[in-house]
């Protein structure tokens, strides 16, 4: 394939989600500077690779080189973070009300955001895809390489800690 050719339709098929791919990395990372350099490194990898892509969704396919890229330098740039073992007792039962509380003016916001840098990686990601970027479980599924029902069960787990986590610091509010 001509190179102009493969450049346009690399661009046409991956640009458009530049946003999404930083924000990703970005709560991946938690580091503005850090995601940016994940991010350049994805693109080339995509572009790279680009010649085996035969799919209709460069959205999912490129997050997920953009995750890939992101624990792979993660794991050469800083000290693993711990995952939290799934307890049943704790993260068995989910509640109906979901992380949704009207948190979007000012200090709440700030509540919300810093919550959400204190979950987990894997239950982070999720939440980022599907609350933030609106993708869909297959294509979570798709992206993280995890079957659907552990999208969903690390979803609803997220969810919980989430609302938990801001439960218990608006309880500590005077």
């Known amino acids: 394939m ?21 924000n ?5 990372t938690r ?3 850090d995601a940016e350099d994940v991010v350049q490194e994805a693109y080339l990898r995509a572009y790279q690779y680009f010649g085996g892509f035969h799919g ?18 993660l794991e050469r740039n800083r000290p693993r973070e711990p995952t939290t073992p799934f307890d049943e007792e704790r993260h068995g ?19 919300l955001l810093r919550a959400l840098e204190r979950l987990p990686p894997e239950f982070r990601e999720v939440l980022v895809l599907r609350e933030l970027e609106g ?9 993280t ?9 690390r979803l609803a787990r997220a969810r919980e800690r989430l609302q ?11």
């Open 145 to 153: 390489g995890a079957p659907l029902g552990t999208v969903m069960s």
């Open 24 to 28: 990703l990395a970005r709560w991946l």
């Open 93 to 111: 039962a989910v509640s109906a009300a979901g992380p949704e509380v009207p948190l979007l003016r000012g200090e709440e916001r700030e509540l």
């Open 56 to 73: 209709a969704d460069g959205r999912t396919w490129l997050l997920a080189i953009v995750r890939n890229t992101c624990y792979t330098w």
């Open 164 to 174: 938990q986590d801001l439960t218990r610091h608006l309880d500590e509010e005077p």
């Open 135 to 143: 993708l869909s479980y297959k294509e979570i599924a798709g992206v």
């Open 31 to 33: 580091n503005d500077h």
């Open 2 to 22: 001509p190179e102009t050719h493969q450049r346009a339709r690399f661009e046409q098929a991956v640009l458009p989600h530049l946003d999404a791919t930083y």
